[in-house]
């Protein structure tokens, strides 16, 4: 049996562009699910991570879990909008040739009214589209800065105050291990408690947070004695060990005191950002006026759209029924669509599929924050000679 000839460099690259076209393909039109979901509190399903070239492709067709598509809400709103819509085409359907002296249209036919105002009425349609896409942009492009920056600077902020606080502790001050754990445990308690506050469940506080480890018994009773704004005020325990560090001696300079109090301050102001981003939401006024505008344009296209549907069904034109039935179903679905999503966009938080997933947050940080011990332990042989030197 000949030897199988070695492949050119050419046929290899030829090779590996073959493959990663295929897992291309894969990626946007294979059939596993397009997100992937934790349990976040045993509360309930949160994504935790999605693929957006099944987005971009019609696969999105097929993506309905996890999505505004499952809203009831939703589909709720979207049946209002079809009744009115109905409720205006069928009159339109039996009267279309009847005398219209009742409204003072001067005998002429319901047909020739709407024949007459059929311009109008898809001008006054289309300026009440263009002013709701105009100001839902805006509103849209608020709600998602606001969640950015919960994510960013509130969640991100957590974790970078203690991994910087859990490394040059470890590095500068002590090695001791109830000392480090216990940074870790603050600050993931910290965000879990924000978790609790939203959704309604402090009285589960000292349960749900010794069943997490996050805390002993003595600490969570501890943790009750003042009972306010604990996700913030926590925060004093972290700096209550820099502060015991510097009183046994451990910490030798004043400017490594002040670095490390200033992460356990930027630790605080991190939960603070997300608290007022919580608390403190987009202006009432606006997103009322928001609202009402988004639903009287519904009402109104549903209104129009409908008087002329009826009209072409009794002229039999077909195309123009599509797109008439088709403009009322998608323009309210979409824009009813991005109120929700904006509506969930301002606490992600509270219990809903589209929340920051907490579990694998925090787990991140305890692991994250390990790997930095762990990389003392283990560096480079001529690192660790040079570290362990006297001085």
């Keep these: 049996m000949a030897a199988r000839t070695p492949r050119t460099q050419k046929e290899q690259d030829q090779a590996a ?22 349990n976040c509190l045993n509360l309930s399903q949160v994504v935790s991570d999605y693929e957006p070239l099944k987005f971009s492709s019609f696969r999105v067709f097929s993506s ?14 979207q049946g209002f909008n079809t009744l009115i819509f109905i409720a205006f085409a069928v009159p339109v359907y039996l009267y279309f040739n009847q005398e219209m002296d009742s409204v003072n249209t001067g005998g002429a036919s319901l047909r020739k009214w709407i024949d007459k105002q059929e311009g109008r009425m898809r001008e006054f349609a289309m300026i009440m589209t263009v002013l709701a896409s105009l100001l839902l942009s805006f509103y ?14 509130g969640v991100g902020g957590i974790k970078k105050a203690a991994m910087e606080l859990e490394m040059l502790i470890s590095q500068a001050v002590t090695q001791e291990p109830q000392v480090l754990d216990a940074i870790r445990r603050y600050a993931r308690t910290s965000l879990v408690l924000v978790f609790l506050w939203r959704r309604g469940l402090l009285k589960e506080i000292k349960q749900e947070l010794v069943n997490q480890g996050l805390l002993t018994d003595q600490e969570a009773a501890q943790l009750l004695k003042w009972n306010h704004c604990l996700h913030e005020t926590i925060w004093g325990w972290q700096s ?3 502060c015991m560090l510097w009183k046994e001696g451990k910490i030798h300079s004043d400017q490594l005191l002040r670095t490390l109090l200033e992460r356990c301050s930027e630790g605080r102001k991190a939960i603070q950002c997300i608290h007022t ?12 006026l928001l609202g009402f505008l988004v639903k009287l344009h519904n009402v109104t296209l549903s209104v129009i759209m409908g008087s002329l549907f009826g009209a072409a069904v009794r ?3 077909i195309i123009i029924c599509c797109q008439l039935a088709g403009r009322t179903l998608i323009l309210p679905l979409l824009f009813n669509a991005i109120l929700l999503i904006n509506a969930e966009l301002s606490d992600p938080f509270h219990g809903d599929e589209a929340d ?23 560096m480079p042989r001529w690192l660790a000679k040079r570290y362990e030197a006297e001085p």
């Design 240 to 242: 209550a060990i820099v």
């Design 140 to 153: 849209t492009a608020m709600a998602v800065a606001r969640w950015w920056t919960i994510r960013s600077a």
């Design 315 to 317: 002229n039999a034109e």
């Design 356 to 378: 920051f997933p907490g579990i694998i947050y925090q787990n991140a940080l305890e692991k994250d924050c390990h790997s930095l011990i762990e990389a003392t332990q283990n």
């Design 277 to 288: 981003h919580l608390a403190v939401k987009i202006p009432m006024q606006y997103v009322h």
């Design 64 to 77: 309905v879990q996890y999505t505004i598509l499952q809203d009831s809400v939703l589909f709720v709103e």
């Design 17 to 38: 562009e073959a493959d990663h076209f295929a897992k291309h393909l894969q990626k946007a039109y294979g059939t596993e699910s397009h997100a992937k979901t934790v």
